[in-house]
């Protein structure tokens, strides 16, 4: 019998269940009715941050940010492009750190751009400064597999 995930929905944040023989890129919110991947990486505040990271059975991909933020903007398309890569294997988030310092403060960040992942919960790696699409991908996909 095939594993149900738990899958977060990036629009209204309902905990959808989804079987393991399903597709997760067809897979609809019971809540919204919208697809739950679209391979684009998802704006998240506090609340939306904490549900994805602690809520949800695919390991989440975080890119921390700020709009005045030089190297931020330069890695944007790139972390975009990684979306639609990485996507359904993980979610990919980006959080400003601007809107939510305490958040911020909070995650330990020094420095922007920073990437986080999370699996089971916890965060399991974490890198500063800006990368290109393939240098994410590989990041992340390397791990989660340590």
């Not at 506090?46 to 390991?59: H, L």
């Not at 294997?89 to 330990?108: C, M, Y």
Request: glycine share 8%; charged share 20%.
């Amino acid at each position: 019998m095939p594993v149900t995930r738990q899958i977060v929905c990036p629009h209204c944040a309902g905990v959808n269940r989804v079987p393991g023989g399903k597709p997760a890129t067809a897979a609809l919110c019971g809540k919204c009715g919208t697809r739950l991947f679209a391979g684009k990486p998802v704006a998240a505040d506090a609340a939306m941050f904490a549900k994805q990271t602690q809520r949800s059975d695919v390991p989440v991909l975080v890119d921390v940010w700020a709009p005045w933020c030089g190297p931020c903007r330069m890695m944007a398309p790139a972390f975009e492009a990684a979306a639609a890569t990485l996507e359904p294997d993980f979610r990919l988030l980006k959080f400003d750190s601007e809107t939510d310092p305490q958040l911020a403060a909070r995650l330990g960040i020094r420095s922007i751009p920073t990437l986080l992942l999370y699996a089971g919960g916890r965060e399991i790696a974490r890198a500063s400064g800006a990368m290109g699409k393939e240098q994410i991908v590989a990041w992340a996909r390397d791990r989660l597999a340590g």
